[in-house]
């Protein structure tokens, strides 16, 4: 069974832009979370979307949105960037979504650079 | 809100050499997960723990979930050079609210040849 996977791998933007990342979980799985990693602030949790509805979101901006497909692939968006925004950005797959803890299965991480 | 601590910090250790890893929670845990992560990469799933008591194993690495000292620990034994790489702790919402997990500041593992 293919892993989940993320796409793109590097992003390089200016400051001010957006930008959209992308992730396909593991066929059958219905809940993708995302995460941001940085050196200062370590691996937080940005939102879950389960069965295309945000379940869970963390302390993060507005600037920060995301949203789930039908086939469970999600999105994240970041508008206008800040050079804090650079970071690697991991989903997380999982079955499902409460009220028991699942396994979560993470991507590769699409590390960004904001210039 | 739930933090999770883990020490040490960072470890080098010999070829060979068994090690233990800690991950204290400062709420009760009710999943405790364990990752391993290559530098700049993604988090490779270890174990997933749910009940006091709970021992898991892989290969040379186990994991045991004490439920009254909300603590998990990981251990190695006879460690490997492919051991080497950070070990994420990460703990589950209690109550079921969902994949959310709240990770620790991680564990740095080095294995000396």
């Known amino acids: 069974k293919a892993g989940v996977t993320q796409t793109p791998r590097y992003l390089i933007k200016t400051r001010g832009q957006q930008v959209t990342l992308s992730c396909s979980p593991i066929?059958?799985?219905?809940?993708v979370s995302w995460y941001q990693q940085t050196p200062g602030q370590g691996l937080q949790f940005l939102f879950e979307?389960?069965?295309?509805?945000?379940?869970n979101k963390g302390n993060f901006p507005g600037r920060f949105s995301g949203r789930q497909f039908s086939n469970s692939r999600s999105e994240m968006n970041v508008s206008t960037l800040e050079l804090g925004d650079s970071a690697l950005y991991l989903c997380a797959s999982s079955l499902a979504s409460g009220p028991l803890p699942y396994e979560q299965y993470f991507g590769p991480g699409t590390r960004l650079t904001v210039t | 809100s739930q933090e999770l601590e883990q020490s040490p910090q960072s470890l080098i250790v010999q070829e060979g050499k068994n090690l233990t890893i800690n991950c204290t929670s400062s709420?009760?845990?009710?999943?405790l997960y364990w990752y391993k992560q290559k530098y700049g990469e993604g988090l490779i799933f270890l174990m997933m723990?749910?009940?006091?008591?709970e021992e898991k194993s892989h290969e040379k690495i186990t994991a045991k979930l004490d439920e009254k000292k909300q603590q998990s620990s990981l251990h190695i034994t006879a460690s490997q050079p492919s051991h080497a790489g950070i070990y994420l702790c990460?703990?589950?919402?209690?109550?079921?609210?969902?994949?959310?997990?709240?990770f620790g500041g991680g564990t740095r593992l080095m294995v000396k040849p």
């Open positions: 990460g703990a589950a919402p209690f109550g079921g609210a969902g994949n959310m997990l709240t």
């Open positions: 066929s059958g799985h219905r809940s």
């Open positions: 979307y389960f069965s295309e509805t945000q379940r």
């Open positions: 709420k009760t845990l009710y999943g």
């Open positions: 723990l749910q009940k006091g008591g």
